[in-house]
């Protein structure tokens, strides 16, 4: 039950119990709040079930572990890491952030981390909620999920009344739900829910506004970097990957990889990402997959369907997403133009590939062939599906504002340009957790903080009102048909028309793979 004036902010009284919180610079947190039972044993691979409760205070002043996930010393070159241990399969608890655990009724921001299906943590120092509940007077959720195997494995049908896969998707609809009953004991308002995430996060959010059993808990989402253009398999093409992660994994069926310790699923996994690498495509052992139980259509999709027509929409990318992943590789800077040519092909056709490689040429002068291969990537991934959603969206009348993040970093003698990742610290505008991160060297402090500031009350703004337009950013105007304005985040911050136009026009209307789950936008 919500608090009254002069009683102890760090601890709430939930159906499932007492929780003690702790005060972290003015702001009540609450770390490691189940919202579901541990998925271990004969939960593994099952939908997500309710949790007993606990008797007694419940300690909430420590993270708990994070979703099993790939882990090197010292981290990448990029991000510096993106989940770090103790590890564990009980791990589907959340974080909460309040001004107050008051009866305000604030809006509520719920944060789903991305990690291209396979890792991150909601409890991330990055993540966390701090700054938006302070700031914003928000109350602010992250959550753990299952990733990798043990969230995107599809099983199969029929396995003791268990007919779908995207067990993630069920972790997070209980989260969701968990939400709607507990959140106003925190302060916030069940009514107000805007969900936010990024990469892999922004297309479970997609998923989610527009998933049936979300119906009335959803009122706006935030995708950043949503990679839309994912072809996500049907059941028959993704049981091919099951088989081969059997084989890695030497269990001959599902009772003998139940059997197995999450360590050692976690090493197939690994083996799984170089047996499914294509040359100039992004890396995805594992994926969602079109069940036609969990998730009947590609996400992207379920946007412009009934169930999420009426939610809000902000939806952006960054100008050279694709460089997070090939901009520092070796092998990649040393493409030739015949490789690249050849890749551009498999979109374009071998008619059109000359040419649509002279334009990417044209698009970035100076550009040599890796250059131009990251930039059809970007397109192909990121900006171009995301346009399509916000072009759809638009003639349909369904509300939505396109944004691009511009501002390169100058690490690695800007290689990196404006890459996928690069607007986070700019959306929490808290630099000081991102510390670790490689990819922020360099860049000058006025310009940082000035741009975190324009974006940061911009995504306070939509959650607070639907609308991101604030005092301290130009006039930030609907996306549509006509002037299709997109608001350009760079050292200037500017609201342009048309800003994607040369790559919307270059891929023209929606390809397709041919399989029934590509996006139909």
């Not at 990649?332 to 690249?340: C, D, G, I, L, M």
Request: proline share 8%.
């Amino acid at each position: 039950m919500p608090h009254s004036p002069g009683q102890d902010q760090t601890v709430v009284d939930l159906p499932a119990g007492r929780l003690r919180g702790a005060n972290e610079g003015g702001v009540a947190v609450f770390r490691a709040v189940p919202y579901a039972a541990p998925p271990v044993g004969d939960l593994r691979w099952r939908p997500a079930q309710p949790h007993a409760g606990w008797s007694g205070t419940r300690d909430a002043t420590a993270d708990g572990p994070s979703a099993p996930q790939m882990y090197r010393e010292g981290g990448d070159p990029v991000l510096g890491g993106h989940g770090s241990p103790p590890f564990d399969e009980d791990c589907l608890t959340l974080n909460v952030w309040t001004p107050a655990a008051d009866g305000a009724r604030r809006p509520v921001l719920v944060w789903i981390h991305g990690g291209g299906f396979v890792s991150g943590s909601g409890s991330l120092p990055g993540y966390s909620g701090e700054t938006f509940a302070r700031d914003g007077d928000l109350v602010v959720v992250s959550i753990n999920y299952r990733i990798g195997p043990l969230g995107y494995l599809y099983t199969g049908e029929g396995d003791e009344g268990d007919e779908g896969g995207n067990h993630w998707l069920t972790d997070q609809l209980t989260a969701l739900c968990w939400v709607k009953e507990n959140i106003a004991s925190f302060g916030g308002d069940p009514d107000r829910v805007t969900v936010a995430g990024q990469s892999g996060g922004a297309v479970s959010t997609a998923a989610l506004a527009g998933h049936p059993q979300a119906r009335g808990l959803i009122r706006r989402v935030i995708l950043q970097s949503p990679p839309f253009g994912l072809d996500l398999p049907d059941p028959d093409a993704y049981l091919e990957r099951t088989a081969a992660f059997l084989d890695l994994a030497g269990a001959k069926d599902l009772a003998e990889l139940r059997a197995l310790p999450w360590q050692e699923l976690i090493g197939a996994g690994a083996g799984l990402f170089a047996q499914t690498m294509r040359w100039g495509y992004w890396p995805t052992p594992f994926l969602p997959v079109i069940d036609g139980v969990t998730l009947r259509s590609h996400p992207a999709q379920a946007l412009l369907d009934g169930a999420a027509a009426g939610i809000d929409v902000m939806i952006g990318w960054t100008r050279e997403e694709a460089n997070f992943g090939f901009a520092l590789d070796e092998g990649y800077a040393a493409a030739t133009r015949e490789q690249v040519t050849d890749r551009i092909a498999d979109t374009f056709g071998s008619a059109a590939a000359a040419g649509v490689y002279a334009a990417y040429e044209r698009a970035r002068p100076g550009a040599g062939p890796a250059d131009v291969l990251m930039d059809l990537i970007t397109d192909e991934l990121f900006r171009v599906p995301a346009v399509r959603l916000a072009e759809a969206r638009a003639e349909s009348g369904s509300p939505v504002w396109a944004y691009q993040f511009d501002l390169p970093t100058p690490a690695y003698e800007g290689r990196l340009g404006a890459a996928h990742c690069l607007e986070l610290p700019f959306v929490f505008d808290n630099f000081d957790q991102w510390a670790h991160a490689p990819f922020l060297a360099g860049l000058r402090p006025a310009v940082r903080d000035g741009l975190a500031y324009a974006m940061h009350r911009a995504w306070i703004a939509f959650v607070r009102t639907g609308d991101p337009n604030h005092p301290d950013l130009p006039q930030w105007r609907r996306y549509d048909a006509q002037s299709r304005t997109t608001m350009r985040f760079d050292s200037v911050v500017t609201a342009l028309d048309d800003l994607a136009g040369a790559s919307r026009l270059l891929h023209g209307p929606a390809r397709t793979s041919g399989h029934a789950s590509a996006p139909l936008i």
